[in-house]
């Protein structure tokens, strides 16, 4: 059985940094893409960046310049630098992994609160 484990998340001040990690246990036999999403309440889950196994990335417009996902296939860790995070970063933030049938799995989310 597939688990997303997410940690790293907290509180920060604005301008401030975390890294969120990401660690998979179980088998998937042929990853499409993996990645982060976030809900902030009261808004839909949006997407935040994804990164393939060959390492092609893509990143939300809000967050561009600001973060950086990487991963390490080796420890089927994927992980998320976030600098100079603002008020508006406030979310759960949601690891993903999808397979190349498209089926998507989850995280159960870690919360990032970023202070004014």
């Known amino acids: 059985q597939v688990q997303l484990v997410e940690s790293g998340g907290g509180l920060v001040q604005g301008g401030g940094s975390l890294r969120l990690s990401c660690a998979r246990s179980?088998?998937?036999?042929?990853?499409?893409?993996m990645g982060w999403y976030r809900q902030a309440p009261g808004k839909q889950r949006e997407l935040v960046a994804t990164?393939?196994?060959?390492?092609?990335?893509n990143y939300a417009d809000s967050v561009k310049g600001r973060f950086t996902i990487s991963r390490d296939n080796a420890k089927n860790t994927v992980y998320l630098q976030m600098n100079s995070l603002k008020p508006e970063d406030t979310a759960v933030y949601y690891c993903?992994?999808?397979?190349?049938?498209?089926?998507?799995?989850w995280g159960q989310g870690t919360q990032v609160t970023v202070s004014s």
């Open positions: 993903w992994v999808q397979d190349n049938a498209y089926y998507n799995y």
């Open positions: 990164i393939t196994p060959g390492g092609s990335t």
């Open positions: 179980g088998t998937i036999f042929s990853i499409n893409a």
